[in-house]
């Protein structure tokens, strides 16, 4: 049996998932929007000023003949949004809004599902969002779904992130997960409902399903794969009056990565600490975070070999997120050998140990945080041997293990 996989933009872990179904021998064919491959049309412009962004749809050479795409639409939503023509790219209207663009790529999967059953396809590994056109011929078909959810189930991220709205009513306007229509919502339930399997990458997420008000079918958890392990030392200094220990922060700027009980835990604490930012602001009409951004070093966007590097100079990952299927950045950190303080609603719990390779706080609690970061500043000679530790986890878990794992379980779901 083969699967026919589907995704949109092939981020990092459907791109690593994508391979090693391959390697298993289970790829039939890819279908995404663009794919770039060595000394193809979209290598060379990716090298073009300005349109280095195209890189990052960079395929393995391997899958070049298993991958099919359908590029105008995505090409279309990327100009106008980098034109600003909101009228095209609009939640409600815009025909080149990203769920549109998922939805035209969906149904060519689905248009081709009867020729793939020809050539003993049995099933469709697809992503939240992108799936439910496929899954329904597919049932048609006797052809099993495999759903990939890579955030928590939405009816628990609506009633944890209202908490939040109540309790920082100030921050509200950079919680956007509430903008997604009736039917979109909808939809998400009955991927859900059609899904044969489901892979998460992280307890949480798991847990989060529990909110579904409906049988589901079995949940496999997951968690992503750490990159390559920096082979450069990182040496700890003792933080002193003119050496302040270094935070890092990189994420998306709203409260659902918890950024303003990150501004409150350390504002009592700006003498000893220095707070690096990177991220996209998620709302300009936001006060509170305009005024934490002025206090600290902010950077809007960097490239992922700047973001490896930042991390190698840093002396702690913090990662307060309220809401989270994973979070690349802390393997991403531990990889590089820096310790990253995350909350129990990340994959921090499923891959890492508390005061060991890293360190766990409640989340949404800005005292567990502070008290976390004080810990440090009178002990900051446990950052050395805690760095060891976060390496040698990363080096035990990779891409290739998560892989293996992934098809091993798909292989056995057939």
């Not at 969002?129 to 959810?149: C, E, H, M, P, W």
């Not at 909110?211 to 079918?217: D, F, H, K, M, V």
Request: with cysteine.
């Amino acid at each position: 049996m083969k699967l026919l996989f589907s995704h949109i933009t092939n981020n990092t872990n459907a791109k690593s998932a994508s391979l090693e179904i391959y390697k298993a021998g289970l790829l039939d064919e890819y279908y995404t929007t663009i794919a770039v491959f060595p000394n193809s049309y979209w290598d060379y412009l990716s090298k073009i000023k300005g349109l280095s962004e195209i890189g990052r749809r960079r395929f393995d050479p391997v899958l070049e003949p298993y991958v099919k795409t359908s590029p105008f639409s995505e090409i279309c939503r990327q100009i106008a949004t980098k034109a600003g023509i909101s009228s095209l790219i609009n939640q409600d209207s815009g025909i080149f809004h990203i769920d549109e663009v998922s939805r035209r790529l969906d149904q060519k999967v689905a248009r081709n599902l009867v020729k793939a059953q020809k050539r003993n396809v049995g099933g469709v590994y697809s992503f939240e969002d992108f799936a439910v056109q496929s899954f329904r011929r597919a049932k048609t078909l006797g052809i099993k779904n495999f759903y990939d959810l890579p955030i928590g189930y939405w009816r628990e991220s609506h009633r944890l992130l209202t908490i939040e709205q109540e309790k920082w009513p100030e921050w509200a306007s950079t919680l956007t997960g509430f903008n997604d229509s009736e039917k979109k919502l909808k939809q998400k339930d009955e991927e859900l409902q059609l899904a044969d399997a489901i892979f998460v990458a992280s307890s949480f997420t798991a847990k989060t399903l529990k909110s579904y008000p409906g049988q589901l079918a079995p949940i496999h958890i997951i968690p992503y794969g750490f990159p390559t392990v920096t082979k450069k030392k990182k040496n700890y200094t003792q933080p002193s009056k003119t050496r302040r220990l270094k935070l890092l922060f990189v994420g998306g700027l709203t409260q659902r990565k918890g950024i303003a009980n990150l501004f409150a835990a350390v504002e009592t604490l700006e003498k000893h600490v220095e707070l690096t930012i990177v991220g996209y602001k998620a709302s300009e009409n936001c006060k509170p975070l305009n005024e934490g951004l002025a206090k600290h070093n902010w950077i809007p966007t960097l490239s992922n070999d700047k973001v490896l590097e930042l991390m190698r100079e840093s002396d702690v990952l913090i990662f307060p997120s309220l809401f989270e299927g994973f979070g690349l950045v802390i393997t991403e950190a531990m990889s590089q050998g820096t310790p990253v303080i995350t909350t129990d609603r990340t994959a921090g719990p499923d891959i890492m140990t508390h005061n060991k390779d890293g360190w766990l706080v409640e989340a949404g609690s800005t005292e567990a945080l502070k008290e976390q970061i004080e810990n440090l500043l009178i002990d900051s000679k446990i950052l050395s041997e805690t760095s060891k530790e976060a390496i040698y986890t990363a080096e035990n878990w990779t891409w290739e293990d998560y892989g293996q794992r992934l098809t091993e379980t798909i292989n056995k779901s057939f």
